[in-house]
């Protein structure tokens, strides 16, 4: 019969610190959940949402207290989606894994998994510091990158980011912070500089912010999409982030990207913080999306042995989770 094992929270060190336009973080708490049939064992990992008021240890009661049935499907209708959810959705996929000795993409139907080009994130900085930190990472191989915006400077910064590195892509993360500002003069502004996306620009719950707006980049919902509940309001973007921890797991993040692409839009995969535990489920999702943001880990001080590994700026499988063995 299988059971919860364990449900614990574990604290991982960020490399530095990692700025958005809400604050700074120099650490990340992440929840492990472990769950067992008296044989195997399946491990996830979830990242509390802060912003929606999510923590680490609420994580732990919920999954302590959790009464209802120990299947992926039930769960979606037993448990509220957020990173308690994911780390338990997860950890029933790598303990099916083991006990099938199938890996999870084939458990999934997916096809096997190929090396990613993630992007990197550029921390929310002074445009000098923002400079730096693109060329020191395109120097290590990241052809996308990743700006974190606060809707003041936003133009000054991105160009750093190009003049420090001149030949990547780039997409932005507003996180919020354009809601009082002209969306598509922003936009167009960011787009002669070459950056291909925007995320989030306005404050979630005010979707209606973006009627008729026409940008000249796609604009893609991030905090305003969770699930494929969500799908139905949100036809003034053109595409949608998924997060596992957002969705609930892997088993609504796939669904999710199919619901998403049955209405035409582009898919994003991204994460919060967290280590290659939680990585690695998302990197099944990743699969074929149209821009790819699991850096999680690579900005973490240290990562779990046997994490995914960066060759040549693209993220490749790992063996840390869902292996089958």
């Known amino acids: 019969m299988t059971r919860i094992i364990s449900a614990t929270v574990e604290r991982w060190p960020v490399a530095g610190s990692f700025i ?5 973080k120099t650490h990340v708490d992440v929840v492990v959940c472990t769950v067992g049939d008296g044989v195997h064992q399946g491990r996830g990992e979830g990242t509390a949402i802060y912003y ?10 919920a999954l302590n207290s959790y009464s209802g049935p120990l299947d992926r499907e039930a769960l979606l209708t037993h448990m509220p989606r957020g990173a308690a959810r994911n780390a338990l ?6 303990l099916e894994a083991k006990r099938e000795g199938a890996p999870v993409w084939q458990l999934a139907g997916l096809s096997k998994p190929e090396p990613l080009p993630t992007a990197f994130t550029i921390s929310l900085g002074e445009p ?5 930190d693109a060329r020191a990472a395109a120097g290590r191989g990241f052809g996308l990158l990743k700006c974190k915006l606060t809707g003041e400077g936003d133009r000054d910064r991105v160009a750093a980011v190009r003049a420090g590195a001149p030949d990547v892509r780039l997409i932005v993360d507003a996180n919020e912070s354009w809601h009082d500002r002209d969306i598509a003069a922003e936009a167009a502004g960011l787009a002669a500089l070459g950056v291909e ?9 005010r979707e209606e912010r973006l009627a008729g707006i026409r940008a ?8 305003s999409c969770h699930t ?8 003034d973007f053109d595409a949608v982030n998924i997060k596992l921890d957002k969705a609930g797991g892997l088993t609504e993040a796939l669904a999710l990207a199919r619901g998403a692409r049955q209405r035409g839009f582009r898919i994003m995969v991204g994460c919060m913080l967290g280590t290659s535990l ?8 990743a699969q074929g999306a149209d821009w790819i943001d699991l850096d999680g880990a690579l900005l973490l001080a240290e990562d779990r042995p046997g994490g995914l590994a960066m060759e040549g700026g693209m993220l490749q499988p790992g063996t840390l989770w869902g292996t089958g063995q």
């Open 278 to 285: 939680g990585i690695a489920p998302a990197a099944l999702a």
């Open 216 to 223: 000249a980049v796609p604009l893609c919902a991030d905090e």
């Open 197 to 205: 996306m925007v995320e989030q620009p306005i404050l979630h719950g």
């Open 228 to 235: 494929r509940a969500d799908l139905d309001r949100l036809g």
């Open 52 to 61: 929606e008021g999510e923590s680490a240890e609420g994580c732990v009661a």
């Open 89 to 94: 959705d997860c950890a029933l996929w790598d």
């Open 20 to 24: 958005i336009s809400r604050g700074a």
């Open 128 to 132: 000098a510091r923002m400079e730096a």
